[in-house]
């Protein structure tokens, strides 16, 4: 009796303590996280300025009705969803792609590796504003083609060549990041069995495609969902690139919510947006958790 | 059959510096023109003459009188310093509990957890700010700091757990037998063991705070006065952005404590980045 007494002391006691370890992560996590997704969805239903002494008004779909019917919106969803979309394609090709090339460990690939991963570490503010003294209208190559007597080149100042140089610069400064993990994940894929795809005959080709890329599935999945991720909420960048002009055409959502919608107050609006941007981010990581789970299947069916 | 393979060799190696050129042409760019009135940027941006190259540019821009970018980075090391203290200490001890629990509430609250990795940082920044503003927070540094932390909290917590899960149990129940509490077996026991993941961490969530900008400018907003080293760049920069005998210094100075940090330590990031992704 005493010492059932005792171990449930014991219990409570020690439930009270991992209850206590755990309670600073919750608190802040949701307080500044979770309350503010929450936030975002409310807002979304109502029409609201911001202004702290007006009350959030419930105006149901209305602020989404907006969203679809705004041409300049839906353009930042098409926006968003080209950069991300070309972006993902480029930069997982480029990155396995080098990482096939700089597998082997000696100085010259060392060097390459590092030289291929510096842009992460710079900011993409700091990314942005480089290319744009480049690519700008009076940047370092136009210059340079005016002066060779040939006629400068839109990166910048044509709708269609803005979005592609924003693509080609986010793709310069972020598929590093996706080569260290293809090379991570390359050094795991079995040797024997690559030895054996080659004495079995097999060419370079044969062997990428029936040992290399299954055993990378659970690599290319990560890849593929940290650089989807990281592309739809492209922002810095564009501040600092185009500014998301010209005439809109490289303005992406996340540019959208912050630098349109908040500062004319459409607080609102710039919810709902929100709302469809983290939509997409968790229908686009449970599908590729799903496809992984599937390729995962197939590698262990050959592992 | 030797020959082909050398030839294969050679392209390799062709491609490989062709591509390396290509990466590091902007940085090149970057370093030269720092040092060069506009007129010359113009007239040539790729040469530097080392007769007339002068460090009165990057003076000017480290003089700045709208940023001082000695304070910019001073308040930048400090979120870097605080978040990771502070996401360290709430993360270390909640993952503990969850990797040693067992039970369905903590796979729920792991769940929990990890549903943040994949929230879009830019789509909560505007409640945030009513958040932030109904705790008497916005526009200062400590409310920063409390929302870079949750922000790095997912991704520390998970991290955290999968390595703590891999310690043997027995260290707890020794430690128990001895007497030790769980904060004491966390903070002398296990943590210790953690050195690993904890400098993974580490370089992950610095790299992130340091390159922020989004945060600190909705944040702490332009009337705050307090700028990091984005925000102040941005602040620089934005406006001037043809005078590139302004643009060049300005973001040399901004890259070059992290290119430097970076040479130094580049075997350290590049393998804890694969080891905090892979684990996934």
Redesign the interface.
């Given at each position: 009796m005493t010492r059932k007494n005792v171990s449930r002391i014991g219990a409570w006691r020690?439930a009270g303590?991992?209850a206590g370890?755990?309670a600073?992560?919750?608190l802040?996590?949701a307080?500044?996280?979770?309350?503010?997704?929450g936030?975002?969805f409310y807002?979304s239903f109502t029409d609201y300025n911001?202004f702290?002494n007006r009350v959030p008004e419930f105006i149901g779909l209305d602020n989404y009705r907006t969203m679809f019917e705004s041409h300049d919106i839906t353009g930042t969803m098409v926006v968003t969803a080209i950069v991300a979309a070309v972006g993902a394609v480029a930069v997982n090709l480029a990155a396995l792609g080098?990482a096939l090339?700089?597998q082997k460990t000696n100085r010259?690939?060392t060097?390459?590796?590092?030289?291929?991963?510096?842009?992460?570490?710079?900011?993409?503010?700091?990314v942005g504003?480089?290319?744009?003294?480049?690519l700008?209208p009076?940047g370092?190559i136009n210059?340079?083609l005016e002066k060779a007597g040939t006629s400068s080149l839109p990166f910048l100042s044509d709708p269609d060549g803005a979005l592609w140089s924003m693509i080609l610069v986010i793709v310069?400064s972020l598929f590093g990041?996706q080569l260290?993990?293809y090379?991570?994940?390359l050094q795991a894929v079995p040797q024997d069995l690559i030895e054996a795809a080659r004495i079995d005959g097999a060419g370079r080709w044969g062997t990428f495609r029936a040992v290399t890329w299954p055993s990378l599935a659970?690599?290319v999945t990560?890849a593929v969902i940290?650089s989807c991720?990281s592309l739809?909420?492209t922002?810095?960048v564009v501040?600092?690139l185009t500014g998301g002009g010209p005439a809109g055409s490289t303005k992406t959502l996340?540019y959208s919510?912050?630098a349109v919608s908040?500062p004319q107050r459409k607080?609102g609006v710039?919810?709902a947006q929100?709302?469809l941007?983290?939509v997409a981010?968790?229908i686009m990581?449970i599908t590729v958790l799903v496809l992984r789970r599937r390729a995962e299947n197939d590698a262990e069916s050959i592992g | 059959m030797s020959r082909t393979r050398g030839s294969a060799a050679t392209v390799r190696v062709v491609f490989v510096g062709l591509a390396s050129l290509a990466m590091l042409t902007p940085l090149y760019i970057l370093v030269v023109n720092a040092f060069k009135s506009q007129r010359e940027i113009l007239a040539n941006p790729f040469a530097i003459d080392f007769s007339t190259a002068t460090f009165r540019y990057l003076a000017d821009a480290w003089n700045n009188p709208d940023f001082s970018i000695l304070k910019g980075y001073g308040i930048t090391l400090a979120l870097v310093v605080c978040v990771n203290v502070l996401a360290i200490m709430v993360c270390a001890p909640a993952a503990y509990v969850l990797a040693r629990t067992p039970d369905l509430v903590a796979r729920l609250l792991l769940f929990f957890f990890i549903a943040g990795m994949f929230i879009p940082t830019q789509t909560v920044l505007v409640p945030v700010i009513f958040v932030l503003r109904a705790l008497g927070l916005m526009g200062t540094l400590t409310g920063l700091i409390l929302f870079m932390t949750a922000t790095t909290i997912p991704f520390t917590l998970f991290v955290f757990f999968g390595y703590i899960r891999m310690l043997p149990r027995s260290l707890d129940e020794a430690a128990a037998i001895d007497g030790a509490g769980k904060y004491y077996t966390l903070w002398r026991i296990i943590l210790p063991l953690m050195r690993p993941i904890l400098a993974t961490v580490f370089i992950l969530n610095s790299l992130s705070v340091w390159n922020d900008f989004a945060s600190p400018q909705m944040i702490l907003g332009p009337g705050s006065g307090i700028y990091t080293v984005t925000t102040g760049v941005y602040a620089a920069v934005g406006q001037y952005s043809t005078d590139y005998s302004k643009v060049f210094p300005t973001l040399l100075l901004a890259v070059i404590p992290i290119l430097v940090i970076f040479v130094v330590m580049q075997r350290h990031i590049m393998s804890g980045l694969a080891a905090g992704a892979v684990k996934g």
């Amino acid at each position: 009796m005493t010492r059932k007494n005792v171990s449930r002391i014991g219990a409570w006691r020690s439930a009270g303590v991992r209850a206590g370890m755990v309670a600073p992560a919750v608190l802040i996590y949701a307080a500044l996280l979770v309350v503010p997704v929450g936030y975002a969805f409310y807002y979304s239903f109502t029409d609201y300025n911001g202004f702290p002494n007006r009350v959030p008004e419930f105006i149901g779909l209305d602020n989404y009705r907006t969203m679809f019917e705004s041409h300049d919106i839906t353009g930042t969803m098409v926006v968003t969803a080209i950069v991300a979309a070309v972006g993902a394609v480029a930069v997982n090709l480029a990155a396995l792609g080098l990482a096939l090339l700089l597998q082997k460990t000696n100085r010259f690939n060392t060097f390459g590796r590092v030289v291929m991963f510096y842009p992460h570490v710079l900011s993409a503010l700091v990314v942005g504003f480089l290319w744009q003294a480049i690519l700008g209208p009076q940047g370092v190559i136009n210059t340079l083609l005016e002066k060779a007597g040939t006629s400068s080149l839109p990166f910048l100042s044509d709708p269609d060549g803005a979005l592609w140089s924003m693509i080609l610069v986010i793709v310069w400064s972020l598929f590093g990041v996706q080569l260290v993990l293809y090379l991570a994940g390359l050094q795991a894929v079995p040797q024997d069995l690559i030895e054996a795809a080659r004495i079995d005959g097999a060419g370079r080709w044969g062997t990428f495609r029936a040992v290399t890329w299954p055993s990378l599935a659970s690599t290319v999945t990560v890849a593929v969902i940290t650089s989807c991720i990281s592309l739809l909420k492209t922002y810095d960048v564009v501040v600092s690139l185009t500014g998301g002009g010209p005439a809109g055409s490289t303005k992406t959502l996340a540019y959208s919510i912050l630098a349109v919608s908040f500062p004319q107050r459409k607080i609102g609006v710039a919810s709902a947006q929100a709302v469809l941007l983290i939509v997409a981010a968790a229908i686009m990581a449970i599908t590729v958790l799903v496809l992984r789970r599937r390729a995962e299947n197939d590698a262990e069916s050959i592992g | 059959m030797s020959r082909t393979r050398g030839s294969a060799a050679t392209v390799r190696v062709v491609f490989v510096g062709l591509a390396s050129l290509a990466m590091l042409t902007p940085l090149y760019i970057l370093v030269v023109n720092a040092f060069k009135s506009q007129r010359e940027i113009l007239a040539n941006p790729f040469a530097i003459d080392f007769s007339t190259a002068t460090f009165r540019y990057l003076a000017d821009a480290w003089n700045n009188p709208d940023f001082s970018i000695l304070k910019g980075y001073g308040i930048t090391l400090a979120l870097v310093v605080c978040v990771n203290v502070l996401a360290i200490m709430v993360c270390a001890p909640a993952a503990y509990v969850l990797a040693r629990t067992p039970d369905l509430v903590a796979r729920l609250l792991l769940f929990f957890f990890i549903a943040g990795m994949f929230i879009p940082t830019q789509t909560v920044l505007v409640p945030v700010i009513f958040v932030l503003r109904a705790l008497g927070l916005m526009g200062t540094l400590t409310g920063l700091i409390l929302f870079m932390t949750a922000t790095t909290i997912p991704f520390t917590l998970f991290v955290f757990f999968g390595y703590i899960r891999m310690l043997p149990r027995s260290l707890d129940e020794a430690a128990a037998i001895d007497g030790a509490g769980k904060y004491y077996t966390l903070w002398r026991i296990i943590l210790p063991l953690m050195r690993p993941i904890l400098a993974t961490v580490f370089i992950l969530n610095s790299l992130s705070v340091w390159n922020d900008f989004a945060s600190p400018q909705m944040i702490l907003g332009p009337g705050s006065g307090i700028y990091t080293v984005t925000t102040g760049v941005y602040a620089a920069v934005g406006q001037y952005s043809t005078d590139y005998s302004k643009v060049f210094p300005t973001l040399l100075l901004a890259v070059i404590p992290i290119l430097v940090i970076f040479v130094v330590m580049q075997r350290h990031i590049m393998s804890g980045l694969a080891a905090g992704a892979v684990k996934g």
